[in-house]
């Protein structure tokens, strides 16, 4: 495991530093002539050392996740749990907005996101949570404390917004709750309901939504017929239009009337969009499709092999937005094609596969809390992250974990890692 | 916690891992194994910008190297990527440049920008909205920009990105009137014409020759378009040059036109219509004249009035222009126009009359000024007169009586066989084969008439509405209807003088008067001599061509030809006083063609030297009243130009647009190499 988490991050640092990279005529022309290990001299390197940085820090955290028993951090959930719902709101008050969102806490030279660690804390406290209340979780009353708890910081990181974090930690609330012992079919229904939910809202509002254009284009088609009507028609055909008009106008009134109070108690119209478009980014090219649309024009050229390590020409050409962070998979897709993306997804299984088995070897229910939380946060981000670059998720801002650019992904899932490690060196001693 | 139990879970845990996996990469595979192609030429039309690079068309020449129409070369300014956020400023930033700029003469900065984008608007709403790549499309704003605006450009690049700078070639015409309308003019293509020449290559926004020779040798004088492969960024920024397929340029064509000798008969022809006008006959306002070499069929000049300045047309032609260039009707080539061809046509009917054996050459008949109930143009008559006499005067009851004994077909045979109501197969667009009458003719054409009154009598009876009154006048009109289905005996006398239904072109009549005069022989009239390729290469030589021999035996040709000697020669000559003083000898026709209701037509045929003619000229001035006294004249000034051209003193220019022959296009000198180099022009970026 450790092997691979190596493997992926030294894969990471070579594509941030590609991905970050821009050509001009002159630097173009060199690298056709160099070879790939000459190439990776040329890679842009100011965001890759700023990675290296982290990773060493990452590192650092990791070997303190793992040094220190797990059973003694587990003990600290109260206090871990306060402090992170105290820094999710610090956010909201001094936080720093990048990309249309309140994210980042400044600290001296440096910036980080809670809502990354908010992830990590969250596991760690629900584990304790959980681990209390483990034979009471069979029935309905028994779920409602744990919605709540996990509901707070929930609702917090929202109002960022942050809605990639806090579906995150929806996922992990499940996957642990699975782990605790919750009646699966509970899980199902829930699941369900949450569905059902989701979808009843986005219908109502496509309703809400057509209806407000439809009676819009009907107005402006009717009012010029009715000024002309009124100037040199007969009176009762102008009084009909009138009547006809003045209904509709009121009809589109209380429609708009509703349309706004949606909004209002739900999400914005630009996030409704932006969450839907990835059915069908061309509708919208230029606008809240670009993102998904170029993504797919990157995936989709590589092909098999790929266009070959530096010559992607969607990311070298700057067409690929934020390409070293949240869109870097496309990266991989493009320069190394099929075989490259298949890669790196079996990397990312053998991690995956590790957890599991570590999920087993636990020593206690915290352990297997704990790792469970662990695994399926990852194997959430891995999905909807990657499954964003290519189009079959929504693009909601969640990172790949240790692989996208950014000091608190990488620490976080270094020390989460740490963490699993830690429960993997105090598992259970078979005795035969 | 049971370990069975985790175990158990941790299994489906892991199913769920894997299945979210297997998704993944099902999608992956889907994207980039089965679709890949498609994203690949997705992925080519963001960063490749393909640039159509315009071939400068063929040169126009005259028969002794003279240079008619050219070419110069102009920067134009055009725009795009202008799905850039920037792109508000790149156009605010270049409006002022462009300030001050020729084409924005007198605009302010913020006038010039709201230009600019309404071009930009206009652009965007005419594409299909499908059609999202037309983004990538560069919307030319600026044509004709001073080499000072583009070093401005040039240097503040990076605050333009998108703006691209290119030169074309753009026609002129350094000597304004010369020779219009018959070169034509050229335009931007249009759905039509793209539609019917899609299978060679034309796009949108391409030039295309709408008229005359511009038109008729458009695949001769387009060339080959060229190419530019740019590979850009997502501003629009060029990131290098992936190659070059230089355009090649259009073959130039030398005519058989003499510009000098063309420029006199304009001149001629416009003094004509201006005397006309001075003599009291207030509608002649336009005309034709031809000059054709008789023993080839080169046309030497071909002029048509009035005309307009070619230069309007460069560049796109003003609303304001092209109303009043049609107002005036002067994109209408009147040398292949139709009109009656009054006396000009006795030649025919005296032809007709000889070869039938109706009468000898030495028939005489005394002339009394009657003829039936048909009055001569002259009251008292010619006295004794014989055929050439006959033409000498133009005696109408001569021809009146001759008409009556050779009958209308044979007259229509010999108008054929001097190749009048055919198409001559001039090398122009848009001709038409006039109109011999005869009895079928005719017939046919009151036919359709007398269908359509029917059906008007039968609507009205079917529907037993309208007043009695209307039906009645319709009966009365069907039966004057039925009357003209005959050919009658008025129509062959008509017919016999020019008068009637006949309809011919200047053009016509011209080389109907070189096969008289030439031995009988109808050559193809032609206006362009040689094709030579830039590098000037001989692409097609054109050789004179005998479209046909006229079944005419060479004495009566002979006889025609001596009468018309006669009628330039005192007494009596109908052209004796035009030709009076005249230092070669000539033979001519005058014509006179009533029109209804209007002066009439003022035609004039003639032909020189008498002994070994050369040339053979034909004149119309539409109302312009008399042939001798109106459209002679010109005529005479044509050949006297034409024997002494050397000497005359012209310039090419007409006066206020004089203009010298340098600027010239520079491709024009120094031949491009094709390149071997064979550049792969992705098509997908027209094509979708």
């Not at chain 1, 034979?135 to 309905?140: H, I, Y």
């Not at chain 2, 994203?39 to 002794?64: C, M, S, V, W």
């Not at chain 2, 046309?299 to 796109?316: H, K, R």
Request: hydrophobic share 40%; proline share 5%; charged share 20%.
């Amino acid at each position: 495991m450790l092997g691979a988490t190596l493997i992926i991050i030294f894969f990471s640092l070579i594509m941030i530093g590609s991905a970050t990279l821009e050509y001009t005529p002159e630097s173009l022309r060199q690298f056709e002539n160099l070879n790939i290990f000459l190439r990776l001299l040329h890679l842009d390197y100011t965001y890759f050392s700023k990675q290296i940085l982290w990773i060493f820090l990452g590192f650092g955290v990791m070997a303190l996740m793992v040094y220190v028993p797990y059973e003694d951090i587990i003990k600290q959930a109260r206090f871990l749990y306060v402090l992170n719902l105290f820094m999710l709101i610090m956010v909201l008050f001094v936080g720093h907005t990048a990309l249309g969102a309140q994210r980042w806490i400044q600290i001296g030279p440096l910036t980080f996101q809670p809502s990354e660690f908010a992830k990590l804390l969250i596991i760690i406290t629900f584990a304790a949570f959980l681990a209390k209340r483990e034979e009471r979780l069979n029935s309905w009353s028994g779920l409602w404390p744990c919605f709540l708890y996990i509901g707070l910081p929930f609702i917090i990181i929202l109002k960022q917004p942050d809605l990639g974090t806090s579906l995150v930690l929806i996922a992990i609330m499940f996957g642990m709750l699975f782990f605790a012992g919750a009646k699966p079919a509970h899980l199902l229904v829930l699941l369900g309901i949450g569905i059902i939910f989701t979808a009843g809202i986005f219908t109502v509002h496509m309703y809400l939504h057509q209806a407000q254009d439809s009676l819009e284009k009907q107005i402006l088609v009717l009012r010029p017929k009715e000024k002309i009507i009124s100037q040199v028609g007969d009176k009762d055909e102008a009084k009909e239009k009138n009547v006809k008009l003045i209904a509709l106008e009121e009809k589109y009134q209380a429609i708009s009337e509703y349309h706004k109070l949606f909004h209002r108690y739900t999400l914005k119209e630009y996030q409704m969009n932006r969450l839907t478009i990835f059915l069908n980014p061309q509708k919208d090219i230029l606008g809240a499709g670009y993102h998904i649309w170029q993504s797919l024009i990157t995936v989709g050229s590589g092909g098999l092999v790929g266009k070959g390590f530096l010559e992607g020409t969607q990311s070298h050409f700057t067409f690929l937005p934020i390409r070293h962070t949240d869109f870097i998979f496309s990266v991989v897709g493009e320069e190394f094609g099929f075989l490259g993306a298949l890669f790196l997804l079996s990397l990312y299984f053998i991690i995956l596969y590790r957890g599991t088995k570590i999920i087993i070897q636990a020593r206690d229910n915290e352990g297997v809390l704990l790792a469970g939380g662990i695994v399926t946060m990852f194997v959430f981000q891995v999905f909807v992250n990657i499954g964003m670059t290519i189009g079959i998720m929504p693009v909601t801002g969640i990172p790949l974990p240790l692989f996208s650019y950014g000091g608190s992904n990488i620490i976080m899932n270094l020390a989460a890692l740490g963490l699993l490690l830690n429960i993997y060196t105090r598992r259970k001693k078979i005795i035969f | 916690m049971e370990k069975k139990e985790l175990e158990k879970k941790t299994h489906l845990f892991l199913a769920l891992i894997l299945g979210a996996l297997i998704i993944l990469i099902l999608r992956l595979g889907f994207l980039q194994l089965v679709k890949a192609d498609e994203y690949r030429t997705l992925a080519r039309q963001n960063h490749l910008r393909l640039t159509r690079l315009f071939a400068p068309r063929g040169e126009i020449f005259d028969r002794k190297g003279i240079r008619i129409v050219s070419n110069r070369p102009v920067y134009t300014i055009s725009l795009t990527g202008l799905d850039l956020k920037e792109s508000a400023q790149v156009v605010n930033y270049l409006a002022g440049l462009l300030q001050g700029e020729k084409s924005f003469q007198g605009k302010t900065k913020e006038q010039i920008e709201t230009e600019i984008q309404a071009k930009i608007i206009k652009f965007t709403k005419n594409k299909d909205i499908e059609e999202k790549f037309s983004l990538y499309e560069p919307i030319k704003i600026a044509c004709d920009i001073t080499p000072q605006t583009i070093f401005k450009i040039e240097e503040q690049r990076y605050q333009l990105p998108g703006v691209v700078v290119d030169v074309e070639p753009e026609r002129k015409y350094p000597y304004g009137d010369l020779l219009v309308p018959v070169v034509g003019y050229i335009g931007e293509i249009n759905e039509r014409e793209l539609a019917a020449h899609k299978d060679e290559g034309y796009y949108l926004k391409d030039l295309i020759g709408k008229e005359g020779l511009e038109k008729f040798y458009e695949p001769y004088l387009r060339g080959i378009p060229g190419a530019r492969q740019m590979e850009v960024d997502a501003l629009g920024r060029p990131v290098r040059d992936l190659g070059i397929s230089d355009a090649v340029p259009g073959n130039n064509l030398f005519l058989t036109i003499d510009a000098r000798l063309q420029r006199l008969t304009q001149d001629a022809l416009a003094q004509g219509i201006k005397r006309a006008l001075a003599t009291g006959y207030p509608e002649a306002r336009a005309g034709a004249a031809v000059v054709l070499s008789v023993y080839s069929g080169e046309i030497l000049a071909m002029a048509s009035y009035p005309t307009y300045d070619p230069n309007i047309f460069v560049g796109g032609i003003r609303e304001k222009d092209w109303a009043k260039v049609n107002e005036k009707k002067a994109l209408i080539n009147r040398a292949l126009a139709r009109y009656p061809p009054g006396s000009t046509f006795k030649m025919v009917t005296a032809t007709a009359a000889l070869e039938s054996k109706k009468i000898s050459p030495s028939y005489v008949l005394n002339c009394t000024g009657y003829y039936k109930y048909k009055k001569d143009w002259k009251p008292g008559g010619h006295g004794r007169v014989d055929l050439r006499k006959a033409l000498q005067v133009s005696c109408d009851v001569f021809f009146w009586t001759l008409g009556g004994l050779t009958g209308p077909e044979k007259m229509a045979y010999y108008a054929r066989e001097y190749g009048l109501g055919q198409k001559s197969g001039v090398d122009l667009p848009g001709e038409e084969a006039g109109r011999v009458p005869n009895p079928a003719q005719k017939y046919g054409k009151w036919q359709e008439e007398l269908v359509r009154v029917q059906k008007e009598i039968d609507q009205i009876k079917q529907e037993n509405q309208g007043s009695r009154g209307k039906l009645a006048d319709l009966e009365r009109k069907k039966s004057k209807i039925e009357w003209e289905l005959k050919w009658r005996e008025y129509d062959t006398l008509d017919m016999a003088v020019g008068q009637g239904d006949n309809y011919y072109s200047p053009l016509q009549l011209a080389n109907y008067l070189a096969a008289i005069v030439n031995g009988g022989i109808v050559y193809r009239p032609y206006l362009v001599k040689k094709i030579v390729t830039p590098d000037g290469r001989l692409l097609r030589k054109v050789e004179p061509q005998k479209v046909h021999k006229a079944n005419v035996s060479s004495q009566t040709l002979k006889i025609i030809k001596e009468g018309l000697h006669l009628v330039t020669l005192p007494p009596g000559g109908t052209a004796a006083g035009v030709f009076a003083g005249a230092p070669y000898k000539a033979g001519a026709k005058t014509g006179t063609a009533e029109v209804h209701g209007h002066d009439n037509h003022a035609l004039f045929l003639a032909f020189a030297p008498y002994e070994k003619p050369e040339i053979a000229v034909a004149v119309v001035i539409e109302y312009g009243g008399k042939g001798s006294g109106v459209a002679g004249p010109v005529a005479r000034q044509i050949l006297d130009g034409y024997f002494d051209l050397d000497k005359t003193k012209l310039t090419l220019a007409p006066k206020e647009t004089g203009q010298s022959l340098t600027n010239q296009f520079p491709a024009q000198n120094k031949p491009p190499e094709l390149k071997p180099r064979k550049l792969t022009i992705h098509r997908e970026v027209y094509q979708e």
